[in-house]
């Protein structure tokens, strides 16, 4: 499947600019340089020829820069939605951890299945994930590792002896936790340098 | 030499384990006083090895101007030693989520120790 992330887009639509900027220009120039009659004509230079020129070249002009303002839009827009989404998924996350630790002390394997707490996480990470924020891609993918692991471990629990386990020997599940930690701590940090930007 | 934030990060990661293993006690406390802008609105302490570890929950005076402020939350941890009987303030960690962590599994091992719900689900 097919996935045009933020970034892939940017990427995209900045190269996109860039050809087509830069390739007419030298292709333009090129052209001027070694055969002028393909642009100029065989007939004398007029001032309407000129005209006709100037137009053709503002007009491109005119449909790159337009391109280039819609890139600034979407950008912007992405912008907007994560400063008034993060804060939310912050303390989201900060109490999805709280739940985690809560668990840690008193129950085994077996009630953190059952207890739902878990499957939060992934929830959390896919509703961050549409939020598009570059810089916190690399630690929301530590934290997406660690939870597919625990969450396979927890499915996988089939006979009722690993689901006695105490849930504080687990490292799979501490791991989460300090994963997890450590994306709050990022999304608070990400929101303090939007804040001081504006 | 200074610590790093990711030793900060592993050092409470350690007391959340101790805590949860029941390994250190918590107990209420009044060593941490904050400072002019910042009350503290519960604290909690627990000895581990020589170290006195402080986690508190703290009121701090956000100030939007010069003369309007509001009360904003957060927690705050501190590391004390016993020093000629009285306690001495080495440091305070710098502000990660893992101490509101700490800090709410504390107080639920406090409330768990002196059995908060024991006389409402014994029989």
């Known amino acids: ?198 | 030499m200074s610590y790093t934030s990711d030793q900060w990060r592993s050092a409470v990661f350690k007391l959340l384990k101790l805590t949860s293993k029941q390994e250190i006690n918590w107990s209420p406390s009044t060593i941490f006083q904050g400072d002019a802008w910042t009350l503290v609105d519960r604290s909690f302490q627990a000895t581990f090895q020589d170290k006195t570890y402080v986690v508190s929950a703290t009121r701090t005076k956000y100030f939007i101007d010069e003369e309007e402020w509001i009360w904003s939350g957060g927690f705050d941890l501190s590391i004390f030693e016993k020093v000629s009987g009285s306690y001495e303030r080495i440091t305070s960690s710098p502000e990660i989520s893992l101490v509101s962590n700490l800090f709410s599994a504390a107080e639920a091992s406090y409330a768990f120790k002196r059995g908060a719900l024991s006389g409402l689900i014994d029989d």
């Not at chain 1, 085994?108 to 996480?121: A, D, E, K």
């Not at chain 1, 006979?159 to 849930?167: H, N, Q, R």
């Open chain 1, 1 to 198: 499947m097919l996935i045009i992330t933020s970034l892939n887009m940017e990427i995209v639509l900045r190269s996109l600019v860039t050809t087509l900027i830069v390739f007419p220009l030298v292709f333009f120039l090129l052209i001027l340089l070694v055969k002028p009659i393909i642009i100029f004509g065989s007939a004398p230079f007029n001032a309407s020829m000129g005209w006709s020129v100037f137009g053709g070249i503002a007009g491109y002009v005119g449909v790159v820069f337009s391109l280039s303002a819609a890139l600034g839009v979407s950008k912007l827009s992405d912008r907007y939605f994560a400063k008034s989404r993060l804060p939310d998924l912050q303390k989201k996350i900060v109490a999805i951890n709280q739940n985690l630790t809560n668990q840690a002390s008193s129950s085994n394997m077996g009630s953190l299945r059952s207890s739902q707490i878990v499957p939060q996480v992934g929830v959390a990470l896919r509703s961050l994930e549409r939020v598009k924020v570059e810089s916190l891609n690399l630690i929301s993918k530590s934290v997406a590792k660690n939870y597919e692991t625990l969450k396979r471990k927890l499915d996988g629990m089939s006979s009722p002896f690993s689901a006695k386990l105490p849930v504080n020997d687990d490292p799979d599940f501490w791991a989460l936790v300090n994963s997890l930690s450590e994306l709050a701590d990022e999304i608070e940090t990400h929101r303090r340098e939007e804040d001081a930007r504006v």
